[in-house]
């Protein structure tokens, strides 16, 4: 019965659930990592990102009773606040750790010789003494406040405006860009012309260029890494944004002509040929034909090679070496973050959405042709 019309089999099924369990692995994180960058250090720290829409309830750190002492009818009178002027609001109080929700809000608990103790619902108190309490060890309060959704610009202000972080990691967004874009053309344009030319032009030795390059697919970059650096030290461009560029160039070249010689090999040969008799030269098929017809196949590289320059970090510690930090990018900069600021999840959890921001503009604005430019030369 699964051929039946109307009907789908196991496997379509087994695809779906699989596709939609792959989509939610990876919309789940980036779902709290966006959430989490615009709440408090207290929200994150006591809740998780699903409960950002929720009031949030909370046993507050024990605060001793302080402030200026008053007498009022006969009375020694201290009056404060749980807590500074917000939103939150006292549920339970207490003034014992067994015991610290053992008063309601408003509510007058009678301590030891007569003196008393009420908390509102706002966090304000009230200790009333027969006598005065100078010198004496005041009582604590335990209290559990439940606090409203709150969400703040104030982390995305700390990264990229406050004059101590301005320095940093909105810097390190531009030199990010600085490192990506043209580390993503110079491959493309390269890959462009080398494609074509295994792709429609005769000469010798093209089937072994051909598997030259499908064999540096499986080449692991970290080979490479130290040989390259000095090679660029001895010719002077090491240490730089050139050589940077060099070095994610000559990585992803052989996925660049992989992948666009596959497409270009499957174009119609009819439209190449009468180009060819209307006396087109080559680099004119290549720029009028070629490449509008390829653009699916490029745009695809272009994701690809976008995503992985961004979020490099290996590449980068190598070949753009600078003690000043003047060059650091964007994945050194969170790492730094990391050490000096492990306990402020707030500030890496914006830094880390910061960092993921543009890519995920990328993938979207282009993932159209994604499919398309890696079916190339799949089917005929």
């Not at 939609?20 to 960058?37: D, I, K």
């Not at 053992?102 to 966090?123: F, H, K, R």
């Amino acid at each position: 019965m699964n051929n039946v019309v109307g009907t789908k089999s196991s496997l379509t099924w087994a695809v779906h659930i699989s596709m939609a369990v792959l989509v939610a692995l990876w919309l789940f994180p980036t779902l709290g990592l966006f959430v989490s960058s615009f709440r408090t250090a207290d929200q994150i720290a006591t809740s998780g990102w699903w409960s950002a829409l929720s009031t949030q309830e909370r046993q507050a750190p024990a605060i001793r009773v302080g402030g200026d002492e008053v007498e009022v009818d006969g009375r020694f009178v201290i009056e404060g606040r749980l807590f500074r002027a917000t939103d939150a609001k006292v549920s339970a109080w207490g003034t014992t750790s067994t015991q610290p929700e053992a008063n309601e809000p408003g509510a007058v608990a009678e301590l030891a010789d007569g003196v008393t103790l009420s908390v509102a619902e706002d966090g304000a108190y009230v200790l009333s003494s027969p006598v005065s309490t100078e010198g004496t060890r005041l009582p604590r309060i335990f209290s559990t406040a439940a606090t409203p959704p709150e969400f703040t610009f104030d982390n995305y202000r700390a990264i990229l405006f406050e004059p101590s972080n301005t320095d940093g990691m909105s810097r390190a967004f531009f030199n990010t860009l600085t490192v990506t874009i043209p580390a993503t053309i110079i491959p493309i344009v390269i890959a462009a012309f080398a494609a074509y030319a295994l792709a429609w032009m005769d000469f010798p030795g093209r089937a072994l260029l051909i598997a030259a390059v499908v064999g540096l697919l499986v080449v692991p970059l970290q080979l490479a890494l130290i040989p390259l650096l000095k090679l660029h030290n001895e010719v002077g461009i090491g240490k730089g944004y050139l050589g940077t560029w060099l070095a994610h160039t000559g990585f992803g070249l052989p996925l660049a002509i992989y992948l666009l010689r596959n497409y270009m090999v499957g174009l119609p040969r009819d439209i190449i040929e009468c180009a060819k008799v209307d006396g087109a030269s080559d680099f004119q098929i290549f720029t009028k034909i070629i490449l509008p017809l390829s653009f699916p196949a490029l745009a695809s590289f272009a994701i690809f090679q976008f995503l992985w320059t961004w979020n490099d970090l290996l590449v980068s510690l190598v070949f753009l070496i600078d003690s000043s930090g003047q060059t650091t990018v964007m994945t050194k900069q969170i790492v730094e973050l990391l050490g000096t600021r492990g306990g402020n999840w707030e500030i890496l959890a914006t830094a880390a959405f910061i960092s993921i921001a543009v890519p995920l503009l990328v993938f979207f604005a282009m993932q159209k042709y994604l499919v398309r430019g890696l079916l190339a030369g799949s089917v005929k």
